[in-house]
């Protein structure tokens, strides 16, 4: 079963709220996600003084980033830390959905995607008549970036090959593979905490980042140990997460993507770069609509990602 196997786009069946804090900000903000038209894709409305401005869910919308993924003006009009929320939207198969935020920052929950998995559970998908798009890979793009890696290649399916090799015994070395489906999403990649080292955590609060961030969204490796005292939810926790950030990252070609993708050493930085030299090469993927597999053409509909920079959740640098 399932939807993300029907050949129509999805939005989401009522409108559904959430609120929490900012990871970095350690602000309280509540998120509205609502139905949406077919073909507008994932965006967000953010409230400002300036009144709502909408910024697409798209790679051209990434800003400069620091700490973590921004869409939208660094400096202006934005929306922080939008990884694990596009991922549950993603992991789902949610085409279109317009999300309301009335902060800059996506509240971190519990570090993973599971409080938006169950908001847009609790709303319910309903299937739209426009047919479903995908943004299939023709030929192999790779980029390295020292000893990390990331490639794309011609699949027919939605799969993650995701390894990570830390020089730290409680993560080593992980490796997963994911065929994208909406029940594996929900029951192996939506609950993998975001992660990062005490230290590091401690460096950020004595910057004044990571506000928010505490045992109750993240788990925490300090002096050998993870120091969450209910442990690990998975004993390879580290590298579904990496699966899932992957997922969240990816998305923002803006149509799901048909075909393998693996990274060894990867990170938000590393799947910026890898999708933007994607898109930047014409002849390596095609968007395709699914119901009739007729090919339409990409222009105005998935631009490269001029400007993508690198994006990170600032535990999670390497
Ligand atoms: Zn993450």
Known sequence: ?????????????????????????????????????????????????????????????????ALCTVLGDPKGVHVATVEHLLAALAGLGVDNCLIEIDGAEVPVMDGSSRAFVEAIDQAGLVVQSAPKRVLRIDKPVRIEQGEAFAEFLPHDGCRFEISIDYDCEIIGRQAYTFDLSADGFRRDIAGARTYGYLSEVEALWAAGFARGSSLDNAVVIGDGIVVNPEGLRYPDEFVRHKVLDTIGDLSLAGAPIQ?????????????????????AESGAWTLRTAADERETRPAGRVEPAAGLAAAAYAPEVR
């Not at 929490?20 to 409305?45: C, K, M, Q, R, Y």
């Not at 993708?261 to 799947?271: A, D, E, I, V, W």
């Open 259 to 279: 075909g393998l993708f693996r990274s060894y050493k990867g990170g938000h930085r590393l799947n910026a770069a890898a999708l933007a030299a994607l898109l």
């Open 1 to 65: 079963m399932g939807l993300s196997r029907n050949r129509g786009q999805t939005t989401l069946k009522e409108r559904v709220r959430l609120s929490g804090v900012g990871v970095h900000s350690g602000a309280e903000v509540s998120v509205v996600l609502n139905p949406a038209d077919p073909n507008s894709g994932i965006s967000f409305l953010r409230a400002s003084d300036s009144g709502d401005i909408e910024i697409p869910a798209r790679s051209s919308a990434v800003g400069a980033t």
